[in-house]
């Protein structure tokens, strides 16, 4: 069965800091795909970033970078210099291409401290 | 609209009765998925729907609830003989590969 643990329940750090927000997946499959979602006080959750398995790459778009590990089946999300409006709650999700099922983690609660 | 809606976004029972919940998404859309969101349980997965058949329904909580799409387009969640554990934030997205969900604003269901 697929799983995705974020052990972090909730995280609170000051502005300007550096975060890293942990993601731990599970499944059987050779080929998936995972995902972050952010979901800000407004409450509408909005897509950030799908990876493919196949491709380890990281990858960094402005302040926010994404370490993919297969070995460890981890998929980190690390905000640098932390602003604000970062302050929101983080989803990992996992899917399996076969039949486009999204499984979310129960997510992380990020609290950036002015 | 361009985005998903859900319907009603608040919507207050007493225990017992049963409730409907809908979701128009983002027109073309294929794909359309239901989950719910309760306080500390993150989002929990319960149908999702390919066109108008739902290939999974292994998230439904039980057999109270429900779910239907129609014309491959608003999809409705039926919940029957409400209980108060089904409080909770019901989530609709859709998505036109599975790549990417655009989510809706949900409905807040209280259940007193």
């Known amino acids: 069965a697929q799983k995705v643990t974020q052990a972090q329940t909730e995280i609170s750090v000051v502005e300007k800091e550096d975060v890293t927000l942990d993601c731990v997946y599970e499944t059987r499959d050779t080929t998936y795909y995972l995902f972050w979602y952010k979901q800000p006080p407004s409450g509408e959750l909005v897509f950030l970033i799908r990876r493919n398995s196949f491709d380890e790459q990281n990858e960094i778009s402005g302040r926010y970078s994404w370490n993919f590990q297969k070995s460890t089946s981890s998929f980190n999300f690390t905000i640098t210099a932390s602003q604000v409006v970062d302050s929101a709650v983080y989803f990992c999700a996992l899917s399996d291409p076969r039949d486009d099922k999204i499984i979310f983690g129960k997510g992380t609660r990020l609290h950036i401290l002015p | 609209g361009a985005g998903v809606s859900q319907s009603p976004s608040n919507k207050v029972t007493e225990k017992g009765k049963d409730v409907e919940l809908r979701c128009d998404p983002i027109?073309?859309?294929?794909?359309l998925y239901w989950y719910r969101q309760s306080l500390g349980q993150g989002l929990e997965f319960l149908i999702y729907?390919?066109?108008?058949?739902?290939?999974?329904k292994s998230g439904l909580p039980s057999d109270r609830f429900s779910a239907e799409r129609t014309g491959g387009s608003v999809s409705t969640l039926t919940i029957q003989r409400t209980q108060q554990e089904d409080s909770a934030v019901y989530l609709c997205a859709s998505s036109l590969d599975g790549y990417k969900l655009f989510f809706g604003s949900g409905t807040q269901l209280s259940v007193l």
């Open positions: 729907f390919q066109g108008n058949s739902a290939p999974d």
């Open positions: 027109s073309g859309h294929t794909a």
